[in-house]
T-cell receptor, first 114, second 117 residues
Framework: KQEVTQIPAALSVPEGENLVLNCSFTDSAIYNLQWFRQDPGKGLTSLLLIQSSQREQTSGRLNASLDKSSGRSTLYIAASQPGDSATYLC?????????????FGGGTRLMVKP | EPEVTQTPSHQVTQMGQEVILRCVPISNHLYFYWYRQILGQKVEFLVSFYNNEISEKSEIFDDQFSVERPDGSNFTLKIRSTKLEDSAMYFCASADIGTGLNTGELFFGEGSRLTVL
């Protein structure tokens, strides 16, 4: 059974700092990996999707990497801003012919202080 | 930009009552899902739906739960007799699997918060 773990559970940084959020998963037979942002009481906004054959994806100040063999992904946020404060969720997707279901980590709650 | 929409945003119900949560997936998507998130806990998979039938379901998705695509646009989750432990945020999602894009990216709605008293 796939297990996804995110470290740290919470992180507080001053504005402008570059930071790395970590995600690990136990079963490397994945279809893809998604990083989401969740604001309090809100839905899940997809930030980046990395296919299993890819090593990284970039969107603006965000860069996500994937090392499938070691079961790890990182989300790098450059020049953090107070508006980045949210919970960041990592989720791995099983092959779509095995149900295409996402298994989520517990999230990293990020606070960026002005 | 196309999005997944969910109604209601918040529903309060008495234990034992039936609840129907509604979702309109992205129009050209073929795979639909329900997930839930109990306050303070991980987002959990409930069920996936493709070609008018359930393709996978979790242990949580017992006989009290059912899903339906009553027409070409709506996708519903019914809880027959709600329990206190059903209180959670329920998320609908859709994915482009099988449309030719096949990125497998899931797009989530804003969620329906269910409070069972």
């Amino acid at each position: 059974k796939q297990e996804v773990t995110q470290i740290p559970a919470a992180l507080s940084v001053p504005e402008g700092e570059n930071l790395v959020l970590n995600c690990s998963f136990t079963d490397s037979a994945i279809y893809n990996l998604q990083w989401f942002r969740q604001d309090p009481g809100k839905g899940l906004t997809s930030l980046l999707l990395i296919q299993s054959s890819q090593r990284e994806q970039t969107s603006g100040r965000l860069n996500a990497s994937l090392d499938k063999s070691s079961g790890r992904s990182t989300l790098y946020i450059a020049a953090s801003q107070p508006g980045d404060s949210a919970t960041y969720l990592c989720a791995v997707n099983q092959p779509w012919n095995a149900g295409n279901m996402l298994t989520f980590g517990g999230g990293t709650r990020l606070m960026v202080k002005p | 930009e196309p999005e997944v929409t969910q109604t209601p945003s918040h529903q309060v119900t008495q234990m034992g009552q039936e609840v129907i949560l509604r979702c309109v997936p992205i129009s050209n998507h073929l795979y639909f899902y329900w997930y839930r998130q109990i306050l303070g806990q991980k987002v959990e998979f409930l069920v996936s739906f493709y070609n008018n039938e359930i393709s996978e379901k979790s242990e949580i998705f017992d006989d009290q739960f059912s899903v339906e695509r009553p027409d070409g646009s709506n996708f519903t989750l019914k809880i027959r007799s709600t329990k206190l432990e059903d209180s959670a945020m329920y998320f609908c999602a859709s994915a482009d699997i099988g449309t030719g894009l096949n990125t497998g990216e899931l797009f989530f709605g804003e969620g329906s918060r269910l409070t069972v008293l």
